[in-house]
């Protein structure tokens, strides 16, 4: 079955500082992997997708097949980063996304 | 475009109580989603329409049931509502975005508690 894991609930940085939000999944089939974000009380947006390989807002992330990973990565932490991120894996014949449990960043000045 | 809107944002109510929580969407999406938020838990599926007139089992379906009234709109609802169901919900709707690729576009979320 399908899985997807964020082994942080809270991680929290100075501003400035490297970030690196851990994900990494279980599936059967050919990943297709999305970090969506969060704000304080706003509704879930879209930050990057693997397969387009984008970088936003200065983040990126990678997909790892012999790690089975997508760790979210960005040099420089600001404090508007600071939110609840949330990994997710397209399943389900690309109907559905399975999420992680989140990992709340909080960017500390 | 509104994208995808939720009524009520907030709603009280007591255990047994039943209620519909409404989601529209104007992206002519074919597939639409109901998630619940828990803290610690993250979003898990509760029930999912690839198109109208489908509506799917996600992880979490005991207590509710959903409506898909037409291409629009996708009804969630508690017909004996139980303090375990106390969460936010989200309706999403996904489909193509301009790039091409497949993408899930979420509602602002109703807050629920069951007292």
């Known amino acids: 079955a399908q899985r997807v894991t964020q082994p942080e609930k809270l991680l929290s940085v100075f501003k400035g500082a490297p970030v690196e939000l851990k994900c990494n999944y279980s599936?059967?089939?050919?990943?297709?992997l999305f970090w969506y974000v969060q704000y304080s009380r706003q509704r879930l947006q879209l930050l990057l997708r693997?397969?387009s390989r984008e970088s936003i807002k200065g983040f990126t992330a990678d997909l790892n097949k012999g790690e089975t990973s997508f760790h979210l990565k960005k040099p420089f932490a600001q404090e508007e980063d600071s939110a609840m991120y949330y990994c997710?894996?397209?399943?389900?014949?690309?109907?559905?996304?399975?999420f992680g449990t989140g990992t709340q960043l909080k960017v500390e000045l | 475009n509104a994208g995808v809107t939720q009524t009520p944002k907030f709603q009280v109510l007591k255990t047994g109580q039943s209620m519909t929580l409404q989601c529209a969407q104007d992206?002519?999406?074919?597939?639409m989603y109901w998630y619940r938020q828990d803290p610690g838990m993250g979003l898990r599926l509760i029930y999912y329409?690839?198109?109208?007139?489908?509506?799917d089992k996600g992880e979490v379906p005991n207590g509710y049931n959903v409506s898909r009234l037409n291409k629009r709109e996708f009804s969630l609802r508690l017909e004996s509502a139980a303090p375990s169901q106390t969460s936010v919900y989200f309706c999403?709707?996904?489909?193509?975005?301009?790039?091409?690729?497949?993408?899930?576009?979420f509602g602002p979320g109703t807050r629920l508690t069951v007292l």
């Open positions: 599936y059967s089939g050919s990943p297709e």
């Open positions: 999403a709707s996904g489909g193509t975005s301009g790039g091409g690729y497949n993408e899930q576009f």
């Open positions: 329409s690839a198109s109208e007139g489908t509506t």
């Open positions: 997710a894996l397209l399943t389900g014949g690309g109907n559905k996304l399975t």
């Open positions: 992206m002519n999406h074919n597939s």
């Open positions: 693997h397969i």
